[in-house]
């Protein structure tokens, strides 16, 4: 979307593919949080607030902190904006998605391999 991420294509068919959204339960991309890049893994939970699981810092997560895509895995490069962290309660740290998925009408593909972005 035009305010950030909202999911990547699991397959792709002759004349279709199949999207995956963030917030699909079967979504887990690696991220960035906050200015000091604490790396994470965010889990979609078929809701808009995908958690953040796998954080190493996780302790040092904030309410307000940024979370981007890290670049790690190669499976989106590095910095796209996926949103920010709006609840912490104990071990669930919730993001909210900057773009309303339910209310996209299109959506821009970017193409990634390690080397080049298309």
């Not at 991420?5 to 002759?14: A, H, K, Q, S």
């Not at 810092?57 to 949103?83: A, F, H, N, Q, W």
């Not at 593909?109 to 080397?115: E, K």
Request: without cysteine; neutral net charge; charged residues 20%.
């Amino acid at each position: 979307g035009l305010k950030g991420l909202v999911g990547f294509i699991d397959e792709v068919r002759n004349n279709t593919s199949v999207g995956i959204l963030l917030t699909n339960i079967n979504s887990r991309i690696p991220v960035s949080i906050s200015k000091n890049s604490y790396q994470a893994i965010m889990m979609g939970q078929d809701f808009n607030r995908p958690k953040i699981i796998f954080a190493k810092e996780k302790r040092l997560i904030k309410v307000g902190d940024l979370v981007s895509t890290s670049g790690k895995g190669g499976i989106y490069p590095p910095y796209i904006l996926v949103g920010k962290i709006i609840n912490i309660e104990e071990d669930n740290v919730e993001v909210q998605l900057f773009e309303d998925i339910d209310s996209l009408s299109h959506v821009r593909l970017i193409g990634f391999n390690q080397n080049t972005v298309e």
